[in-house]
C-alpha cells in the first residue's frame, strides 16, 4: 500500500506530527498522520539533502503480546493548581481522536527492550486547548509509512 515502510525510527521524527486517527486491529494500532512524519537527510530513500515531512504517513505499532493491555494512556488534567493523572482506555482515546474531538501531538519518544513511553498532547478546540498525555506500550516491532517526500515541507 506504501511505497516506503522503515523499521527502524534512526531516520524517522514524529516531534510535532499529529495522528487525526487510530485503528486497532489484531494486536496492532496504527497511528495517522495526515500531514505527515518527519524523514531525515540521513535516510538511505531521502535523497533531497535535508529534512522533510511526507505526505499521508502511518506508524503502526505491534503489540508485545497482541493485547490491548500491552498500552497504557494517561491524560494529565489540572484541578484546583494540582495535575491529576487520569487512566483511560485505548478505545476511549480511540473514540475521541477518531470522532475529531482531539488531534494527538506526538513530543518525544523513549523507547527500551520491547517498551516505548510516548509523550504527547491532545489538541482540541475548545478549553483546555490541550492536555498532556502520556502512552506507555509493550511493543515488539513498529513500521513507519509513507508514499513520497514532500520537499517543499522542511524541518
Known amino acids: 500500500m506504501y511505497k516506503h515502510c522503515d523499521t527502524s525510527d534512526e531516520y524517522i521524527s514524529l516531534h510535532d506530527c499529529h495522528a487525526t486517527r487510530i485503528v486497532y486491529d489484531n494486536g496492532v494500532i496504527t497511528f495517522i498522520f495526515p500531514d505527515g512524519i518527519w524523514v531525515t537527510n540521513e535516510c538511505p530513500s531521502n ?28 491524560i494529565f488534567e489540572e484541578k484546583f493548581k494540582n495535575t491529576i493523572r487520569k487512566e483511560w482506555e485505548l478505545s476511549k482515546l480511540m473514540e475521541h481522536i477518531n470522532n475529531m474531538n482531539y488531534t494527538l501531538e506526538f513530543l518525544y519518544q523513549y523507547k527500551g527492550y520491547n517498551s516505548m513511553i510516548i509523550e504527547c498532547w491532545l489538541w482540541s478546540d475548545k478549553k ?9 506500550l509493550s511493543i515488539k516491532d513498529v513500521k513507519y509509512c509513507w508514499n513520497e517526500l514532500c520537499e517543499e515541507r522542511e524541518w
Not at 535523497?47 to 494517561?74: C, M
Open 47 to 74: 535523497e533531497l539533502g535535508k529534512t522533510v515531512r511526507t505526505d499521508k504517513a502511518e506508524v503502526k505499532l505491534y503489540l508485545d503480546f497482541g493485547s490491548e493491555d500491552d498500552i497504557t494512556v494517561y
Open 128 to 136: 483546555p486547548y490541550h492536555r498532556e498525555c502520556e502512552l506507555k
